[in-house]
């Protein structure tokens, strides 16, 4: 059992570059997100969605787009990365069905932008 | 809106000691909290939540927290601190219980002494 995959582990861009970071979960969870991580404002919710073919924006949306095509997957796009997109990026799903109300992190993805 | 305010940014302990990390809430709604711990390298994971069962919650590794409405806190303690307790944890507030949105503390890193 998997869990959330990210993928890459670690990436270094050039401003400007564009680039996707790829999130899967193999738990059939209805929700899913993203966050970046950065020292001393804990993790910020970038995008989230409820269900395939729906998002919604989060916290610090500007810069990324997301899209959710299929349950398992949760991409997020950075159209022409910034040097203040330099950060860990995580992704989470949890499921609405009973009363867990637990999400469950990937490991991240390491962005650098220079 | 809902927020969170962990004090203390680094907290050092001494191995056997006792461990007590603070987090304070603010939320319009009964929330739901809970304590994630992100080893060094890794993604985030699940200490404990507070539900509205009972104020006094249980984890995982030996650490509970209490929910104490008139103080809206949710500290986390550990009666004896152990070297692999050494890590950076998030309190964090479910700003709706459907959606998931999880809004997280700036977080605090436990240093533990031998």
């Not at chain 1, 860990?88 to 009363?99: D, H, L, N």
């Not at chain 2, 001494?14 to 939320?27: D, I, M």
Request: glycine letters at 8%.
């Amino acid at each position: 059992n998997a869990g959330v995959t990210q993928t890459p582990k670690f990436q270094v861009l050039k401003t400007g570059q564009s680039m996707t970071l790829q999130c899967a979960q193999d738990m059939n969870h209805e929700y899913m997100s993203w966050y970046r991580q950065d020292p001393g404002m804990g993790l910020r919710l970038i995008h989230y969605s409820v269900g395939a073919g729906i998002t919604d924006q989060g916290e610090v949306p500007n810069g990324y787009n997301v899209s959710r095509s299929t349950t398992e997957d949760f991409p997020l796009r950075l159209l022409s990365a910034a040097p203040s997109q330099t950060s860990v990026y995580f992704c989470a799903s949890r499921t609405y069905s009973g009363v867990k109300n637990i999400q469950y992190f990937g490991a991240g993805t390491r962005l650098s932008v220079l | 809106a809902q927020s969170v305010t962990q004090l203390g940014s680094h907290v050092s302990v001494s191995e056997g000691a006792l461990v007590l990390l603070r987090c304070n809430y603010s939320s319009s709604v009964p929330p739901y909290l809970f304590w994630y711990v992100q080893y060094p390298n890794q993604g985030l994971q699940l200490l404990l939540k507070y539900t509205s069962a009972a104020t006094l919650v249980k984890g995982i590794n030996g650490f509970e927290a209490e929910f104490k409405k008139s103080e809206t806190s949710f500290h986390l303690t550990k009666p004896s601190a152990h070297m692999s307790d050494a890590a950076e944890y998030f309190c964090a507030v479910d700003s709706s219980s459907n959606t998931g949105k999880l809004i997280f503390g700036q977080g605090t890193t436990l240093q533990v002494k031998p």
